[in-house]
């Protein structure tokens, strides 16, 4: 008569005479256990990788967000500084009082610009050089004898760079070649 108890044991290793069939079964049992180790170990790695990527990029989305985190206020100061130089270009070489208060202005502009620079803002002045669509904006083109085609011929507005990346693009004048008489 069998007990429960023996009749689980007798489920577990079926009762065989063949030695042979035995082993057979037990190395195909290892040869399980030993591939289901191998995809644990090799799932574990993944997980530890991916962790790793995903440290890594929100140390650099971090870095990111404090290296740009002014980039409103700083862009709202440049209309600040364009005031200041328009005021300063009005004021000229003047006489007295004029000449005092140009004098307070620029260097009231000097003090913003060295703010500027201190938080990593750069300033762009582009002309002469050639025409980068990335960092100028062209409000109009212009005959030149001077500068070759596609070059900065004027700069109506400074643009501006925040760690390399742009704030605000240079409004500037495009050259391009005169037009020859026919």
């Known amino acids: ?12 290793v079926p009762p065989t005479n063949d030695p042979n069939a035995e082993i057979a079964a037990l190395s195909q049992e290892l040869e399980q256990a030993r591939a289901e180790v191998a995809a644990a170990k090799d799932a574990q790695l993944r997980a530890a990788a991916d962790l790793e990527n995903t440290r890594r990029r929100l140390e650099r989305d971090a870095a990111n967000s404090l290296k740009f985190a002014n ?6 100061l440049l209309a600040v500084a364009d005031s200041l130089e328009l005021g300063l270009k009005a004021a000229g070489e003047g006489e007295g009082s004029a000449k005092a208060l140009a004098d307070g202005m620029q260097l009231t502009y000097r003090q913003l610009m060295s703010v500027l620079e201190k938080h990593g803002v ?35 507005q400074k643009g501006y760079l925040l760690h390399e990346r742009l704030l605000r693009p240079a409004m500037v004048v495009v050259s391009r070649a005169p037009a020859t008489a026919a």
Not at 1 to 12: H, K, L, N, W
């Open 1 to 12: 008569m069998t007990t429960p108890e023996t009749q689980a044991t007798a489920d577990e």
């Open 71 to 76: 980039e409103r206020v700083l862009g709202d």
């Open 122 to 156: 750069k300033q762009i002045d582009p002309t002469g050089q050639p025409f980068n669509p990335d960092h100028h904006q062209a409000m109009t083109m212009a005959e030149s004898a001077e500068l070759p085609a596609n070059h900065v011929l004027s700069t109506m």
